[in-house]
C-alpha cells in the first residue's frame, strides 16, 4: 500500500463546475500536509498547505481530517487554466511524501 | 530570478554511462531535496542535506546513486552505470527551514538508452 494515495482520474469537468479531491495517508504522525498543482513537463509548485482547522485560498479550499486520515481540496468555479495534476504531499519532518497525482482537464 | 536551478535540463545517457546532475539551492537555503519522478508518477524521495550533511538517504534506490553537497551549497547526483529504470526526471528543491521544503527546481530529465 502506498503512503500516500490518490485518484489518478482523469477528471474532465466543464468551466464553472465546482470539483473535489480526496487523498488519503497511512501514517497517523505525519505533521504537515499540502496541495501541489503541476502543469505538464514543469515542476511541482505548492498550491496551498493544508491546515487542522481547513483553509480557503480563493477559489480553493483544503480540509484535513487528521481521525479518518485524508486530505481534500475542493476547487469552485473551474477555469482553463485550472487544468493540470493536483499532487498530494503529506510530511513528518524533512520526509515529504507524494501522491501520484490527480489529473483534472477543465473543458469550455 | 534566484530560484532554484538545475543543470543540464536534458540529458540521454547510453547504459552503462555514468552521469552527473547539478543542482543550485536559493542562496542561503539550509535544506536541499533530491526527488526521482517517473512518467505518470508522483516524486519519489531520494535524499535530503542539511547544509553539507547528508542526513537521510533512505530514498536512493541502489548504490549506483550517490549525491554529496560538500560546501552546502550546490549539490550534484551522481548515477553511476545507468539503467533504463533510471529514465525519470530528477527533481531538486530547496528550503530556508529543515520541515519542508521550499521551491522546485525545473529538473533534470533523463533517459537512458
Known amino acids: 500500500r502506498k503512503e500516500v494515495e490518490q485518484d489518478p482520474g482523469p477528471f474532465n469537468v466543464p468551466e464553472g463546475a465546482t470539483v473535489a479531491f480526496n487523498c488519503t495517508y497511512s501514517?497517523?504522525?505525519?505533521?504537515?500536509f499540502f496541495w501541489y498543482r503541476q502543469d505538464c513537463r514543469k515542476e511541482p509548485k505548492l498550491l496551498m498547505s493544508?491546515?487542522?482547522s481547513g483553509n480557503e485560498d480563493g477559489r480553493f479550499t483544503a480540509q484535513l481530517n487528521r481521525a479518518s486520515q485524508y486530505i481534500s481540496l475542493l476547487i469552485r468555479d473551474s477555469k482553463l487554466s485550472d487544468s493540470a495534476t493536483y499532487l498530494c504531499?503529506?510530511?513528518?519532518?524533512?520526509?515529504?511524501?507524494f501522491g501520484a497525482g490527480t489529473r483534472l482537464t477543465v473543458k469550455p | 530570478g534566484a530560484g532554484v536551478s538545475q543543470s543540464p535540463r536534458y540529458k540521454v545517457a547510453k547504459r552503462g554511462q555514468d552521469v552527473a546532475l547539478r543542482c543550485d539551492p536559493i542562496?542561503?537555503?539550509?535544506?536541499l531535496f533530491w526527488y526521482q519522478q517517473a512518467l505518470g508518477q508522483g516524486p519519489e524521495f531520494l535524499t535530503y542535506?542539511?547544509?553539507?550533511?547528508?542526513?537521510?538517504k533512505s530514498g536512493l534506490p541502489s548504490d549506483r546513486f550517490f549525491a554529496e553537497r560538500p560546501e552546502g551549497s550546490v549539490s550534484t547526483l551522481k548515477i553511476q552505470r545507468t539503467q533504463q529504470e533510471d529514465s525519470a526526471v530528477y527533481l531538486c528543491?530547496?528550503?530556508?527551514?529543515?520541515?519542508?521544503?521550499?521551491?522546485f527546481g525545473p529538473g533534470t530529465r533523463l533517459t537512458v538508452l
Open positions: 528543491a530547496s528550503s530556508l527551514s529543515t520541515d519542508r521544503h521550499g521551491p
Open positions: 501514517n497517523s504522525a505525519s505533521q504537515s
Open positions: 493544508v491546515y487542522s
Open positions: 504531499v503529506v510530511g513528518l519532518h524533512n520526509d515529504m511524501r
Open positions: 542562496s542561503g537555503h539550509v535544506s
Open positions: 542535506f542539511q547544509n553539507e550533511a547528508q542526513l537521510d
